[in-house]
């Protein structure tokens, strides 16, 4: 699904689903939400209110009708024009009552918002709530492609949640798939205060995150999924088979050192990356309401798209009976 605004951010939205759509097979509908009009707050005439009200939605369908015509036919699904005081409400409404309808919601990172954060207000709350995975694009992103994706991992069973969607993506587009994770120099949780770089081994970092990863792998993807070690550390491959079926993919580890998790994903990401794929839930995930700490920052001030998945409350209740703890100085070898 892409909501649009008829904005250049939500144009960018459509084109990208466009491409998506003919690489995966899928169909897209588009959805254009309209203000609802008790939110003027000045005396209108009613039947002057609701000639108005249809002739938006008039114009508005016209509108939803030539843009899908620039998909091919087997792409196109349906327009939806709804009434909301919120566009974001509206969203997830609409999400709500098509039940598996919706693999993807697709946004423009910024539509007619003029913050100054990365993503604007309606693309925001919907990533908050979403029970869909939501993809904020960028107006780079059809020329740059997507060669690498970026998946931030704090070593926990849910921040792994982000690899089924992102080997979707990765079939789709060839990309190559890098995880990410971010050693916070004076986090209490990695094992105690005081932490310095030249404390950390980076090298068995690296080996218990592979210990975690298959572990992960044996417990979620029953066998079909791999991990093969390669000849050099962080240079690995993810095999999936399925029947007769076998795919791989290249898998990267990067290990950074930092102050702050979220800047130094949004650092590595602005120069190596095409696209941030994580859950809005790593290890501190159970201490919040909507997004980890972590995510919020990412999706607020990473320039590159984002791909946010939020976990399902059977995955939550599973990742706590699996979940191991983070990587600290005192869990290494």
């Known amino acids: 699904m ?18 998506m759509a003919v690489r995966f097979g899928a169909r897209v509908d588009l959805i254009h939400v309209i203000p609802s009009t008790f939110e003027l707050m000045i005396p209108v005439d009613k039947k002057l209110l609701a000639e108005l009200g249809e002739k938006l939605r008039q114009e508005a369908a016209q509108k939803l009708e030539i843009s899908l015509m620039n998909y091919d036919e ?24 098509n039940p598996g309808r919706y693999d993807l919601i697709i946004m423009g990172a910024k539509g007619t918002d003029k913050s100054k954060m990365r993503r604007g207000g309606t693309t925001i709350r919907t990533i908050r709530t979403s029970p869909v995975p939501v993809l904020s694009v960028d107006s780079n992103l059809l020329k740059r492609g997507v060669r690498n994706l970026i998946l931030p991992v704090d070593s926990s069973p849910l921040s792994f949640g982000s690899l ?25 949780v990695m094992g105690g205060s005081g932490l310095h770089p030249e404390d950390v081994q980076q090298e068995k970092i690296y080996e218990r995150m592979m210990e975690k990863l298959e572990h992960h792998l044996k417990t979620r993807f029953s066998g079909k999924l791999q991990l093969i070690r ?13 029947g007769e079926t076998k795919q791989t993919f290249t898998l990267n580890t990067v290990i950074k050192i930092g102050h702050s998790a979220h800047h130094e994903i949004e650092s590595y990401t602005s120069k190596h990356g095409d696209m941030v794929v994580m859950v809005t839930h790593g290890h501190s995930g159970f201490a919040h309401l909507f997004l980890g700490s972590v995510a ?35 869990s290494l070898p």
């Open 230 to 242: 390669g000849e050099k550390r962080y240079n690995d491959t993810l095999v999936y088979v399925d």
């Open 164 to 188: 089924p969607m992102a080997l979707t993506i990765a079939k789709g587009f060839g990309s190559e798939i890098t995880l990410l994770y971010v050693m916070e120099i004076y986090a209490g």
């Open 74 to 97: 087997e792409n196109r699904g349906d327009l939806w024009v709804v009434e909301d005081r919120k566009a974001s409400e509206a969203i997830l409404k609409h999400v709500k009552e």
């Open 2 to 19: 892409v909501p649009t605004d008829f904005s250049r951010g939500s144009e960018y939205a459509r084109a990208f689903a466009h491409r």
């Open 296 to 330: 919020e920052k990412v999706v607020n001030y990473v320039k590159k798209p984002v791909l946010t998945i939020k976990p399902t409350p059977a995955e939550f209740a599973k990742a706590q009976k699996d979940d191991g703890g983070l990587i600290t100085r005192a």
